[in-house]
């Protein structure tokens, strides 16, 4: 029988908006999440990781960074899910985790944040939102961001669209092939920050982005090397 899929939190927030972002293009879900952790003021209620191949564990600043964490912003009643693991293939496990803890603190909202590619370097990255309930995409259009046209959505982001499970608002900062994008970032946190009315000072964030983004690039790096080391003393038996 599959293990079920849910988070034991050490205490439960009510009614909350929970915003998630894991890996995808230009890191930026991690990025954006990590960052409003470290500049709100957070409790961490909640952490998980998959008892699948490979295990991987960073360290950071001396303390160790669970895989998936679950941070509590008291002031804006915020639940902040930030993943640092690939989630290539546990993306459906991943969703069920995210609506199970929605359903654990009856939240009103889910935000999900990602990047979305782009054709060549622009200066400045543009966002766009997609929305499943009619309120939130009257806020959305208040504060002038545009609607996503066209566009592949995949990840997370995808399978918690699929589920439909509870009114989603989908946050897509433009980002290009070179990973991390901390303009992606910073501007995804622009968005909400309009969009939440959180009173962050986003025009100096980029060099605190850049900052950010250096030390989930490391965490990423030696992530990928503890993988290649692992395959190499995996033994094979044709040769």
């Not at 964490?69 to 693991?85: P, R, T, W």
């Not at 979305?116 to 961001?145: L, P, Q, W």
């Amino acid at each position: 029988m599959e293990k079920e899929v849910t988070i034991k939190l050490t205490k439960v927030p009510k009614n909350p908006i929970i915003i998630e972002g894991f890996p995808g293009f230009g890191l930026v879900g991690t990025i954006t999440t990590g960052f409003l952790i470290d500049h709100l003021k957070c409790e961490q209620i909640g952490r998980y990781f998959f008892e699948s191949p490979p295990a991987t564990l960073a360290i950071h600043d001396g303390k160790v960074v669970d895989p998936i964490s679950v941070y509590y912003n008291k002031e804006y009643n915020l639940v902040i899910i930030n993943g640092i693991i690939n989630s290539g293939g546990q993306e459906w496990k991943i969703a069920d985790m995210i609506i199970d803890l929605c359903k654990q603190t009856n939240a009103k909202e889910l935000i999900t944040i990602e990047g979305v590619g782009t054709n060549g370097e622009t200066a400045e990255s543009k966002a766009f939102y997609h929305c499943t309930d009619e309120k939130c995409e009257k806020r959305m259009r208040e504060i002038t961001v545009p609607t996503l046209g066209e566009g592949i959505i995949v990840g997370v982001t995808s399978a918690l669209l699929l589920k439909k499970e509870m009114p989603t608002t989908c946050i897509f900062s433009e980002t290009h092939t070179k990973l991390p994008d901390s303009k992606a970032a910073a501007k995804a946190i622009e968005v909400l920050d309009k969009y939440l009315g959180l009173k962050v000072d986003y025009k100096p964030l980029l060099k605190q982005a850049e900052e950010f983004e250096k030390n989930i690039k490391e965490m990423m790096e030696k992530s990928q090397e503890a993988n290649e080391m692992r395959k190499e003393k995996t033994p094979s038996y044709f040769g």
